[in-house]
T-cell receptor, first 111, second 112 residues
Framework: GEDVEQSLFLSVREGDSSVINCTYT??????LYWYKQEPGAGLQLLTY?????DMKQDQRLTVLLNKKDKHLSLRIADTQTGDSAIYFCAESGGSQGNLIFGKGTKLSVKP | KAGVTQTPRYLIKTRGQQVTLSCSPISGHRSVSWYQQTPGQGLQFLFEYFSETQRNKGNFPGRFSGRQFSNSRSEMNVSTLELGDSALYLC???????????FGPGTRLTVL
């Protein structure tokens, strides 16, 4: 079935790199996404990667895709307190044409 | 371009009432999807509309319905509210030919 798994919590120190991991099951997904949700807010699209790519870099964000293991990661360089939020991994290609989301990883950045 | 807007941002209703939520997509986007977010179930897909037609539907009871207007604005309606309908309802819009969805700020519904 369709499923996206993420660890629930990650804590890092300001200035360190954060790596948030995700595994997915649908190998036919065309795109894989990372969204950020701050308290009381909606989902902000951070970045996405096409399924035929291995890596995508966008300023402080690096997305790595391992298609063989169906593993996606988001690396945030020089993590700041403003990066504290919940990060959702999502895959396209749900059976109803929808996005399938993980439960979200809560990133806490300590000063 | 303005982002996805949702109104109202907050709603408090009582069991048995009905509620209508509104979503205006990004200008030029014709696809609107709705998701329900709860702490227990996470993000669950409700339905998707494209050009005034429901294109896809998630596994929610018939109390949940929606529609889309000719200007792509969408509404969702929940009838006979239950306590379990308390959630953040998120609307997302997408451009033709892409799976990428952009989300609004959500409507926080509390059912007492």
């Amino acid at each position: 079935g369709e499923d996206v798994e993420q660890s629930l919590f990650l804590s890092v120190r300001e200035g360190d790199s954060s790596v948030i991991n995700c595994t997915y099951t649908d190998s036919s997904s065309t795109y894989l996404y990372w969204y950020k949700q701050e308290p009381g807010a909606g989902l902000q699209l951070l970045t996405y990667i096409f399924s035929n790519m291995d890596m995508k870099q966008d300023q402080r964000l690096t997305v790595l895709l391992n298609k063989k293991d169906k593993h996606l990661s988001l690396r945030i360089a020089d993590t700041q307190t403003g990066d504290s939020a919940i990060y959702f991994c999502a895959e396209s290609g749900g059976s109803q044409g929808n996005l399938i989301f993980g439960k979200g990883t809560k990133l806490s950045v300590k000063p | 371009k303005a982002g996805v807007t949702q109104t109202p941002r907050y709603l408090i209703k009582t069991r048995g009432q009905q509620v209508t939520l509104s979503c205006s997509p990004i200008s030029g986007h014709r696809s609107v999807s709705w998701y329900q977010q709860t702490p227990g179930q996470g993000l669950q897909f409700l339905f998707e509309y494209f050009s005034e037609t429901q294109r896809n539907k998630g596994n929610f009871p018939g109390r949940f319905s929606g529609r889309q207007f000719s200007n792509s604005r969408s509404e969702m309606n929940v009838s006979t509210l239950e306590l379990g309908d308390s959630a953040l309802y998120l609307c997302a819009s997408g451009a033709l030919g892409t799976d990428t969805q952009y989300f609004g700020p959500g409507t926080r519904l509390t059912v007492l």
